[in-house]
């Protein structure tokens, strides 16, 4: 197992939450805690100090957590505000008191700011509403304007350079076909998803039945059924196929037929009960020529509170194989479709570095929810496992296809998955030892900046002709692939026969990950009516959802030199996320892009972690209160992706 500090990594935190690095200062001109704003959405934690900074190092832009700082450093001394609650809690009672000892121990203060908010209703106000100070400006209290805050605050490993992620090109032999099947597919116009696939290929070779392993094979692997590979349903031989393929692309170039819809090749997936697939082992036939792309080390794909220690947990490791595959297939779908909500993320990428040992990275950029897994969930309907149903025995959606038909083996289909959804809920959020509330941080933890637990769903491959300039071109196909959840030493590897010789490649890999963080929200019920004052904040819906979210980013890795100009050169922009990227050729170091998929996850017997506080039974004596946090559910899916 690699150690995670000898790695490439990045953090990502909500941007909302990154706060000022010098907290102490005194824009008001009054009191370094009285100010217009913090620059995060959560004054109070500005004002607790428990928050992350962007800190420049010589070895470049740090994300810091000033929770870490200790208490008498001069950016966290005098906190003028106490909170009393049950540390191990998800939903504690938070009582909060004024400390006007410390309020008074800023040297840098107004005298006129002396004792100033010990009087309740000024305190009060400080929390809630607003009050003025003796030069008579106005300020908001620390909790108007909050609503709910999301915190993903989380850590992704990158593999290490060049073992962890790679792509080899391998050629074998040249195809004396009539037309040499080289010169045939190096054409331009001819797509890469109708060239034949090695999956598909090998399977129906070693087919020994009457009928073919899926319908779809038959169209994908001879131009929609063009070329007569297939007698009666059964193949030819291997040299056989090459001749014909060859001769039939060729004569549909030369009468300017179209080949669109000629095969469903494009975007293909090996579900979790497919990862035979991706053995090194599982080739076994002599193909021309093609690119090896291989993701190794996968022992840091679950980090977070519960990554490792004397009690691991794996939430995907415990979930039925069914349930992972309709996640995956559900996430394919949101993939390619594309996300719609925005959130900015600020995110510090650490990559070796001879000079320095590690050098830093830090940027903000915008990423997109896919979808909210806990509607997922309770909006499943028997159509939905009917149109997966359709999926998996059609081999194919309007935009991608699995490798095989699950429906064949399956007596009731339907039955056993719309099981599974059921099951899943129960086993995620619903059962007395459900699985998210175990990975839930604590609002401890929260306050602490602790990271969220996360967990690799499965990889992302992007693939991108180069072009003449040296650019990227558009993607041309896309391999999503499970991850491997208990043997994480074993290799993830795909041969991707789609390729032209000759032909630059830019392959970036993905990883997309569930990250279990918490949502919450602070509300400070009504006062005593014979103080004439309300202060009010309102709740999240009972049916708020838990949070998924995908991202990319980029590591170095190198690679070594190519056999062949079969394939592309590394991708050299730095995305964001965690993960393991790939390419080819020059043997020199490459940011390789990443992706990785958080969600978060929930309290007790509710998903998410959502934090609903209440402010309650100010004693006007002691300028005090009580703060209830209560969990609920919230879970979206996003991308991160930086270039949107």
């Known amino acids: 197992m690699a150690i995670p500090t000898h790695k490439n990594r990045i953090i990502i935190v909500n941007d909302n939450l990154v706060g000022p690095s010098m907290r102490t200062n005194n824009p008001s001109e009054f009191h370094p805690m009285v100010r217009q704003s913090w620059g995060m959405i959560d004054k109070l934690r500005a004002v607790l100090a428990n928050y992350y900074i962007v800190y420049e190092a010589t070895v470049g832009e740090v994300l810091y957590n000033y929770s870490f700082l200790p208490a008498g450093h001069p950016q966290v001394a005098n906190i003028i505000l106490d909170l009393d609650f049950d540390e191990n809690a998800t939903s504690p009672i938070l009582t909060v008191t004024f400390n006007e000892d410390a309020w008074d121990a800023f040297n840098n203060r107004s005298a006129t700011s002396t004792n100033f908010i010990d009087d309740p209703n000024s305190f009060r106000a400080y929390l809630k509403g607003s009050y003025e100070i003796p030069n008579t400006q106005t300020f908001p209290g620390l909790l108007n304007g909050i609503g709910p805050v999301k915190d993903h605050t989380s850590v992704y490993y990158l593999p290490l ?326 043997d994480t030493s074993k290799p993830i590897v795909y041969y991707d026969s789609q390729v032209k010789y000759g032909q630059r490649y830019r392959y970036d890999i993905k990883k997309i990950a569930l990250v279990f963080g918490n949502e919450y929200r602070y509300i400070m019920p009504p006062l005593p009516s014979d103080l004439d004052v309300t202060i009010g904040m309102g709740g999240l819906p009972p049916d708020a959802p838990t949070e998924q979210l995908y991202d990319t980013v980029a590591g170095d890795v190198d690679f070594s030199p190519g056999l062949s100009e079969t394939i592309t050169e590394p991708s050299e922009s730095a995305l964001d996320e965690d993960l393991v990227a790939a390419y080819t050729l020059s043997g020199e170091q490459h940011g390789a892009e990443l992706l990785g998929r958080l969600f978060p996850g929930g309290g007790p017997a509710q998903p998410p972690s959502i934090v609903r506080n209440f402010l309650d039974n100010l004693p006007s004596a002691m300028g005090q209160g009580n703060l209830d946090e209560q969990l609920l559910p919230q879970v979206d899916i996003l991308i991160l992706d930086e270039d949107r």
């Open 161 to 486: 350079a060049p073992e962890g992620a790679r792509v080899q090109p391998v050629y074998n032999s040249y195809l004396s076909t009539v037309p040499p099947y080289e010169n045939v597919i190096s054409n331009p116009s001819v797509p890469e998803d109708v060239l034949p696939n090695v999956y598909i290929f090998q399977a129906e070779l070693q087919n020994t039945g009457s009928t073919l392993l899926a319908d779809y094979h038959k169209n994908a692997l001879t131009l929609g059924g063009a070329a007569a590979w297939f007698v009666g349903d059964t193949e030819t031989t291997e040299g056989e196929y090459y001749q014909l393929y060859s001769a039939k692309l060729q004569q549909f170039l030369d009468t300017d037929e179209s080949l669109v819809g000629k095969a469903y090749n494009k975007n293909l997936a090996i579900l979790h009960s497919d990862m035979a697939i991706a053995d090194e082992s599982h080739l076994d036939i002599a193909i021309p020529f093609y690119n090896k792309i291989v993701i190794e080390d996968l022992s840091n794909s679950t980090t977070g509170i519960k990554s490792g220690g004397n009690a691991p947990v794996s939430i995907l490791a415990n979930l039925a194989d069914d349930f992972i595959e309709l996640l995956q297939i559900r996430t394919i779908q949101s993939v390619l479709a594309g996300g719609n909500l925005s959130i900015d993320f600020r995110r510090e990428l650490m990559t070796r570095n001879e000079t320095w040992g590690q050098q830093y990275d830090t940027k903000v950029a915008a990423n997109y929810a896919l979808y909210n897994l806990e509607e997922v969930l309770e909006g499943f309907t028997p159509e939905d496992v009917s149109n997966f149903k359709n999926i998996q025995e059609n081999h194919l959606s309007t935009n991608f296809s699995l490798l095989r038909d699950f429906s064949r083996s399956d007596s009731d289909f339907e039955a056993n998955y719309g099981v599974a959804v059921v099951d899943a809920d129960i086993d995620l959020f619903v059962a007395p030892d459900a699985l998210v509330p175990t990975v839930t941080k604590t609002f401890k933890q929260v306050l602490d900046g602790v990271r969220c637990h996360t967990e690799t769903l499965m990889y992302v491959i992007e693939k991108r002709r180069v072009l003449d300039n040296g650019e990227p071109g558009e993607i041309q196909q896309r391999f999503f692939i499970s991850n491997r959840f208990e």
